[in-house]
C-alpha cells in the first residue's frame, strides 16, 4: 500500500514559481505511472501531468512549457516544478500513482483519476 503526502503549496503571484512535492512511503515509485491532478470548486478534476515507469511524460496544453514532473528515486519523490503561474492555475494538486502495467498508456488523458490506486490528500495552490 502506498501513501502519498503533497506539500510545497502556497500563495504566489502572477509570473511566479513553486515546486510541489509529492513523499511516498509503503513501496518504491519505480514501477508506478504516476500523475498531477488539480482541481477548482465546482469544476472537473483534470490531469495536468504524467510521468511514466520508462519516464515517458505528458502535459496538458496549458502547461506545456511551464510545468515541469520528475521523479526522484533517490527519495522515493514526485516533483512538479511549476513556473510562470497564472491565476488560472489555482487550485488544489493532487498526486495520484497506478501500477504501470502498460495498458492503457500511462499519459495525461487516458487514465482518470478514480483508476489511480493511490491518491494523496492535495495542497493548494493560488496565483494572485
Same mark, same amino acid.
Given at each position: 500500500? +502506498? =501513501?502519498?503526502?503533497?506539500?510545497?503549496?502556497?500563495? +504566489? =503571484?502572477?509570473?511566479?514559481?513553486?515546486? &510541489? @512535492?509529492?513523499?511516498?512511503?509503503?513501496?518504491?515509485?519505480?514501477?508506478?505511472?504516476?500523475? *498531477?491532478?488539480?482541481? +477548482?470548486?465546482?469544476?472537473?478534476?483534470?490531469? +495536468?501531468?504524467?510521468?511514466?515507469?520508462?519516464?515517458?511524460i505528458s502535459y496538458i496544453d496549458s502547461v506545456?512549457?511551464?510545468?515541469? #514532473? @520528475?521523479?526522484?528515486?533517490?527519495?522515493?519523490?514526485?516533483? &512538479? =516544478?511549476?513556473? @510562470?503561474?497564472?491565476?488560472e492555475d489555482t487550485a488544489m494538486y493532487y498526486?495520484?500513482?497506478?501500477? @504501470?502495467?502498460?495498458?492503457?498508456?500511462?499519459?495525461?488523458?487516458? #487514465?482518470? *483519476?478514480?483508476?489511480?490506486?493511490?491518491?494523496? =490528500?492535495?495542497?493548494?495552490?493560488?496565483?494572485?
Amino acid at each position: 500500500h +502506498v =501513501q502519498l503526502v503533497e506539500s510545497g503549496g502556497g500563495l +504566489v =503571484q502572477p509570473g511566479g514559481s513553486l515546486r &510541489l @512535492s509529492c513523499a511516498a512511503s509503503g513501496d518504491t515509485l519505480n514501477n508506478y505511472c504516476m500523475a *498531477w491532478f488539480r482541481q +477548482v470548486p465546482g469544476k472537473k478534476r483534470e490531469g +495536468v501531468a504524467a510521468i511514466d515507469d520508462d519516464r515517458t511524460i505528458s502535459y496538458i496544453d496549458s502547461v506545456k512549457g511551464r510545468f515541469t #514532473i @520528475s521523479l526522484d528515486e533517490n527519495d522515493n519523490t514526485l516533483y &512538479l =516544478q511549476m513556473n @510562470s503561474l497564472r491565476p488560472e492555475d489555482t487550485a488544489m494538486y493532487y498526486c495520484a500513482a497506478v501500477g @504501470s502495467s502498460g495498458w492503457p498508456p500511462c499519459t495525461v488523458s487516458t #487514465i482518470p *483519476w478514480d483508476e489511480y490506486n493511490f491518491r494523496g =490528500q492535495g495542497t493548494q495552490v493560488t496565483v494572485s
